[in-house]
């Protein structure tokens, strides 16, 4: 039961932009919280937070200006098979479960509906928004669903449900290489960016601005989407600010 602990707090720590959390204030709570506790609050903010990501990965898939490291993988793996994006988001997301068993990390509820909620809602997000749209307008889809990306990740980490397949990849690596996440994940994301590319992924301005933006973004609104942590008693307490946290 430590061991899960000890990951899944670890794993948290791996949302864009987490080093810099409590540069200016307290961090927020963001280690593993059971899913009894606060559940009314706690489970509409997950799945808001993972349909709002997904929804995000299509709008900028329409805007067809360059996507993140992971959804150009999911792209490039679309063009060599049958399979729609949203899926290949959960086949993708299974795959690097399977790397999670030698780095002895254990999946969360959390970690389920983030596959799950994600392929729906992606698919869903193609199948509302047109493609070949004139470029102002697929430049407006690239800001909106790069800001929508961010903000989705904050709603959804904030609620402290576990981490998804990528973030415990990349934090069970961390741990057990001794490097740190930042150094882990920017190999991890360089390596499925190169193989999404010359698959025929998308890379372009908008997997730059994504780089750039995603972290802060997040960063900004995380504090006021995580879940406070329970007391001894069960209820809700005030944020430990000694807790801090990253398709």
Known sequence: MRQNTDT??????????????????????????????????????????????????AVMVRAGLGLSPWSVLNEGLEKHTSLSFGTLTAVVGLS????????????????????????VSSDLGLALVPG??????????????????ALSIAVYVGARLGPGPRDGLMTGASALTGRSIRVVRTFIEVAVLAFGWLLGGGVGVGTVLYALTVG???????????CASPTRTGRTGPPVTGSRTSS
């Open 8 to 57: 899944t707090a670890r794993s948290e720590r791996a949302t864009p932009g987490d080093e810099g959390i409590g540069r200016n204030r307290p961090a927020p709570p963001l280690t593993y919280v059971r899913l009894g506790e606060r559940p009314l609050r706690r489970l509409p903010q997950l799945f808001t937070g993972l349909a709002l990501y997904g929804f995000s990965m």
């Open 96 to 119: 690097v479960l399977l790397l999670w068993i030698p780095l002895r990390q254990r999946p969360t509820f959390g970690t389920a509906a983030n596959i799950a909620v994600i392929a």
């Open 132 to 149: 070949g749209l004139p470029l102002p307008e697929r430049v407006g889809l690239l800001l909106a669903g790069t800001f929508a990306n």
């Open 216 to 226: 802060p973004v997040t960063q900004f609104f995380l504090p006021r989407f995580a």
